[in-house]
């Protein structure tokens, strides 16, 4: 089974400051995708940003950027120039793909992060 | 269109009580998840619809009752829940379980309290 583990429960950082939640997981597939996922106090799940295990580049998306060491099974997310909206609990996921399809998301336990005026 | 849209936002029921969950979609995704999600928890996965049949029950218990209607409906019948099944319930979507399209869109959950 595949696990992903958040060490850190909690973080914060200071307006227009740079983040990093870190994030493993564990799984004997070659085949996958992650994700980051962020959830605010309203309560969705908010797509934040996907790496394909395939892909040697590190995937971004403007503030957003990841740093994928497959071999190491590391997964982390960089948040530069934070903003006070960032301020909402991070969740990493895993999705293991195979020729019958891909299956559902699994989740780590979530960072919460604020950010600080 | 890009959300998952759920109703109600709220809901207050008995442990006596039938209720219904709604999830509505219309992105044309062929996959649709009921998650339960606890406090300060991540989401649990429940059961996951696949071109309307149901592909994964993760043991859920029988007083909750899923039901996908059409490729745009998912529903999550509830009957004498307990008191711990308080939680928000989250509905998401993807494309397909079988392509590489892979992003799952969440709704914004029905926070449940059972009483």
């Known amino acids: 089974a595949q696990t992903v583990t958040q060490s850190q429960p909690e973080m914060s950082v200071q307006e227009a400051e740079t983040v990093t939640l870190s994030c493993t997981y564990d799984?004997?597939?070659?085949?996958?995708?992650l994700f980051w996922y962020k959830q605010p106090p309203s309560r969705q799940m908010i797509l934040v940003i996907r790496?394909?295990?395939?892909?040697?580049q590190n995937a971004t998306e403007n503030r957003f950027s990841v740093n994928f060491q497959k071999a190491a099974k590391s997964f982390s997310l960089k948040i530069s120039d934070s903003q006070l909206g960032d301020t909402a609990m991070y969740f990493c996921?895993?999705?293991?793909?195979?020729?019958?399809?891909?299956?559902?998301?699994?989740f780590g336990k979530g960072t919460r992060l604020s950010v600080i005026a | 269109d890009t959300e998952v849209t759920q109703t109600p936002k709220h809901l207050v029921m008995g442990m006596t009580n039938k209720k219904s969950l709604k999830c509505e979609q219309h992105?044309?995704?062929?996959?649709m998840y009921w998650y339960k999600q606890k406090a300060k928890k991540p989401p649990e996965l429940m059961f996951v619809y696949s071109y309307e049949k149901l592909s994964i029950n993760e043991s859920v218990p029988s007083r909750f009752s899923p039901e996908c209607p059409n490729s745009s409906l998912l529903n999550l019948h509830l009957h004498a829940l307990q008191p711990e099944d308080s939680a928000l319930y989250l509905c998401?979507?993807?494309?397909?379980?079988?392509?590489?399209?892979?992003?799952?869109?969440f709704g914004q959950g029905t926070r449940l309290t059972v009483v």
């Open positions: 992105m044309g995704h062929r996959a």
């Open positions: 799984t004997s597939e070659n085949n996958y995708y």
């Open positions: 996921a895993f999705m293991k793909h195979r020729g019958s399809g891909n299956t559902p998301l699994v």
């Open positions: 790496q394909e295990a395939y892909k040697q």
């Open positions: 998401a979507s993807s494309q397909d379980l079988a392509t590489g399209k892979t992003e799952a869109f």
